[in-house]
């Protein structure tokens, strides 16, 4: 067991991954009248900070804790440091399904410890670092802090505000994709391309239109948060599509089909474009519904990425090749199902309930399968097998 906090993405990955296979289907089951969820909270408002803030703030917590040590150059959190925070974000999921009994002042007590912890570890290894450049990830950080907040301000009974909440996770998890997608994807695609297809045409160094994109994209997720059905946000998503789209027109994603592992991160980019255009067009043509297109941006843009940033790194960082297996590709399969079976269940009419359900079985699947076929790198046993090598070959 211990191995398995030798590194953070190991802990966070893989609690990211079944926490968000089992609570999707739970929620689905208290939705279709088959079971009561245990928490305080309404259903719908559990469901969507459980897949923002548990699932998606352990995705960044594994993502950001691995990455660190690389920009800082100092030692990674490991041991029982990080057993410590994994065990807050496990104790703050439990918490939200025993905040019954618990009382909903000590629920959002032990919930909002968590992000808390998270945010004086990060804050403490970039300054030490002086890592300045990536002092805005504290400012995402802070943002999903104060969402979670504001959804448990309406289980005390102190405010209206669960959904905006909401809206304001949703939103920083976002914009962490544009923002770090937009570093990653051009970058692994350059050093790719130039191993596999030297003398090739690379990505478009970053430039104006990176940084218009990104502005871009903040104004229209700043006017989502503060008002989705206002007569504004619709437009702003439009730019942010187009801006987004003509982003990743210049990262030469078709030339990266022959490598799954790295064609799902334009695809993940992609889904953004995507649920963008369908934002805009949901405050502008009645038919298609809003949930459509956030279900675009959440289950296709954010559940893609983070499967392909959690495959990727899990590989790198354990030692294997930056290929991906048959049971990879069927993950990726398997997100892109979830997505579009999500996004046609509002317009399916009678069949609503059934292609949702469908869409919860190929996301559960897709996290499963993940949590399955990388479980040795997860759980650190190829550390443990490296170790007995070292040891055996030292005598």
């Known amino acids: 067991m211990r191995a398995v906090f030798s590194a953070a993405f190991r802990p966070f990955f893989l609690g990211a991954a079944l926490w968000s296979a089992a609570a999707v ?215 942010a599509s187009l801006a987004l789209g003509l982003r990743l027109a210049r990262w030469r994603g078709l030339a990266t089909l022959g490598e799954p592992l790295l064609f799902v991160l334009h695809a993940g980019y992609g889904w953004l474009v995507f649920g963008f255009a369908l934002l805009g067009l949901s405050g502008v043509v009645p038919l298609v519904p809003h949930s459509a297109a956030v279900h675009a941006l959440t289950v296709g843009a954010i559940g893609t990425m983070t499967l392909a940033v959690m495959t990727r790194a899990t590989l790198g960082h354990g030692g294997q090749p930056l290929t991906a297996s048959r049971a990879t590709v069927l993950v990726y399969l398997l997100v892109t199902l979830a997505a579009l079976l999500r996004i046609a269940a509002p317009v399916a009419g009678g069949a609503f309930l059934a292609l949702t359900w469908a869409a919860a079985a190929a996301w559960s699947g897709a996290f499963l399968l993940f949590a399955a076929s990388y479980r040795d790198l997860l759980m650190g046993k190829d550390r443990l097998t490296q170790v007995k090598t070292d040891t055996r070959a030292s005598h």
């Open 25 to 239: 289907p739970a929620w689905l089951m208290s939705f279709s009248g088959h079971a009561a969820l245990p928490g305080a909270l309404a259903p719908f408002i559990w469901h969507a900070h459980e897949m923002v803030f548990g699932f998606g703030f352990a995705a960044v917590a594994g993502f950001l804790l691995t990455a660190i040590p690389n920009w800082t150059g100092r030692l990674p959190l490991r041991g029982a440091r990080l057993a410590a925070l994994a065990g807050l974000w496990l104790a703050g999921r439990l918490a939200l399904l025993l905040s019954t009994p618990l009382g909903p002042h000590a629920a959002a007590a032990i919930d909002l410890a968590f992000p808390a912890a998270l945010i004086a570890v990060v804050a403490r290894e970039l300054i030490a670092g002086r890592n300045w450049r990536n002092l805005p990830m504290l400012a995402a950080l802070a943002a999903l802090l104060c969402g979670s907040l504001l959804v448990h301000l309406q289980a005390i009974g102190l405010a209206y505000t669960a959904l905006l909440g909401n809206r304001v996770g949703i939103a920083t998890l976002l914009m962490l994709v544009a923002l770090i997608g937009g570093r990653i994807v051009p970058s692994f695609t350059r050093n790719w391309l130039a191993k596999h297809r030297p003398g090739g045409a690379l990505p478009a160094p970053a430039g104006r239109l990176d940084l218009a994109a990104l502005a871009a994209t903040f104004a229209a997720l700043a006017a989502w948060v503060a008002s989705p059905g206002g007569a504004v946000a619709p437009w702003l998503a439009f730019a």
